[in-house]
């Protein structure tokens, strides 16, 4: 039998969204107030926050596993389009045996948004060469 780890997870005091990097860097509280003691964000705004968190986390695990930037910036707009279009299928065509609002199926636009995500970044980190590349010419 194998010993289960707790995990202390850290949460906002006024949202409940999962504090990380990414939520404090935008979080009202943590930048007015200067901490996470209620950051007052309606349930709307913590539904989008738990999202954006879940979409950055998807983001670190598919560095992760297929090696960040290296990796992403060998893909085209087509490859982009193509691996999108495969994660959207999969959402369709599980759709009637999951249901709408199925917890695999907001894995998988999960999924798509990170994807997404990571096809602009790899976008601008090209636009950001083209820049420097620029300069160097002046």
């Known amino acids: 039998m ?19 990097g990414f939520h404090m860097s935008w979080c009202p509280q943590v930048i007015l107030e ?5 950051c007052g964000l309606t349930a709307a705004s913590r539904v989008q926050q738990m999202v954006l968190t879940d979409v950055v986390e998807r983001r670190i695990y598919q560095d992760e596993k297929w090696g960040g ?26 759709e009637n045996k999951w249901g709408a609002d ?19 970044e790899a976008i601008d980190r090209r636009n950001l060469d083209w820049e420097d590349k620029d300069e160097e010419s002046n």
Do not use: M, Q
């Not at 200067?34 to 209620?38: I, Q, R, V």
């Not at 917890?103 to 948004?113: E, G, M, S």
């Open 2 to 20: 194998t010993d289960k780890v707790k995990v202390e997870v850290n949460r906002c005091l006024g949202c409940s969204v999962l504090l990380n």
């Open 102 to 120: 199925s917890p695999l199926a907001r894995k998988l636009f999960i999924d798509v948004a990170a994807l997404a995500v990571a096809a602009v």
């Open 34 to 38: 200067g901490g996470p003691e209620g």
């Open 69 to 94: 930037e290296a990796h992403d910036d060998k893909h085209s707009i087509r490859d982009w389009v193509t691996y999108l279009v495969a994660y959207l299928g999969r959402i369709v065509s599980r």
